[in-house]
């Protein structure tokens, strides 16, 4: 294999001054979160907002859980679009591939930590899971098929793809060189092994589909078919659940590319076109789950059982109506911003990156109001409302999550290519 | 059919057939837990072989694709044509 000595692509290898600061920044605040989960581990989910429902008026699942839900939302859009871009060869969406498979995993990963941050004893949540778990429930198809499955499944697919370009970059002379070659595992670019890739990122991209559906309606069916949880209990869950996944998921994705587009340098391949895919497709896709909140508020509003009106009551004219209206409200806002774009053919990134943002604001809204108000208005027997607020552990460790995402995607992003190099590896020994 | 395809197979084959024996015959009888012999899994860790199996199912990709194949490894490599 050859040596070079010239630049490694898309910023690998260099790290600003500035991305050395929010690299610190983000340390602190993952430590910040391990500190707060440190003082709910010691003392007790006493130290958090949580508490039992009915009994002690108030609702055992809250922050953590609904962020379980926007994480997994989030990991939807990543692996769906890189799948779609193999399945229909959309060439011009390549360079947004791994981003967005990188954005699956670490979003899958950081649902997984929600998951142990909201059990007392995580340990023996885990073993008990998978010791007892029956694989006909949607808890065990969701902390199971979800987040190993399709977890696995992200992983393997990001790997193989990346193959390639670990090969290339194992050309070079670096310290990370030994990684590049374990990454490549052999890899030199031949007809065959073209050939090969091509037909296993196929069958892996059309077996993800169906299994992300799936996972994702799982999760859905975790509320959906408690009937005894009014508000739940709903036959819009699970596709609410898929379609609220993808309007997070690829109004995250949109930020993501943006930055990458103006830090890496990379405009030429992050062009325009692949801004007004993406955002037409989160228009289209913001349409259908408005369509969706209309339908759900006209069936629970028009002659809906007392227990049930209670908790979309206490949603759109009670406790919680600050959170749905500004919800709803970003989420108009957002479609309105990309439908006049796409009627008058003119597209600005500022403003389809706003709509991103305020897509993924409103999604956290939407997944506090699926997850709390049930609880602490939903209940059937005779106790009065609840109530839910987060405490400083609960807000510091979503915060250290969060945190901890971003840092991983930048360290990857410093160690590896994150959009597919265009040069060709050098085959042949 | 060459020793990679086979293995790839035969991981996927391996794959599927845990993930349906854990689901169907290891873990807790299809339908209404009424009791508590039918809420419990028939075999331990029934629902850990189910995800087993899963996982195998996506790490035949791997063993497809991975995998050094004896024959291509001593003939020389055939550059592909660019994208």
Known sequence: MSVRAERLPHGVGRLSAAASFLVFALLALVALGIYAYSRQFVEGEIVTGMRDIGTMGGAAWGLYIAFVVYFVGVSFAGITIAAVVRLLDLEFLRPISRMAELLTVITLLLGAFSVLADLGQPLRGIINLFRYGRPMSPFFGTFSLVMSGYLFASLVYLYLSGRRDAALMAQRQTSLRWFYRLWAAGYRHTAEEQARHHRTSFWLALSILPLLVTAHSTLGFVFGLQTGRPGWYSALQAPGFVVLAGVSGTGLLIVVAALLRQTTGARDQLGMAVFRWLGNFLMVLTAAYLYFIVVEWLTSAYAAHTSEARVSASIMSGTYAPVFWASVGLLVLSFGVLFVQFVTRRHSLALIVLAGVLVNLAAIGKRFLIVVPSQTHG????????????????????????SLGTLLFILFVKVFPIIEVKEQPQGGR | ????????????????????????????????????????PRFPFAAALFVVGIVAVFASAVVYEVLPDGREQRAPARQAPSR
């Open chain 1, 379 to 402: 209940t059937l027997l005779p106790y009065g409302p609840g109530y839910y607020s987060p405490t400083w552990v609960e807000y510091s460790v979503i915060v250290g999550l969060v």
């Open chain 2, 1 to 40: 059919m060459k020793t990679r395809t086979l293995l790839a197979v035969l991981t996927l084959i391996a794959g599927i057939g845990l993930a349906a024996v854990s689901y169907l015959f290891l873990a807790a009888p299809l339908g209404r837990p009424t009791a508590e012999s039918l809420s419990n």
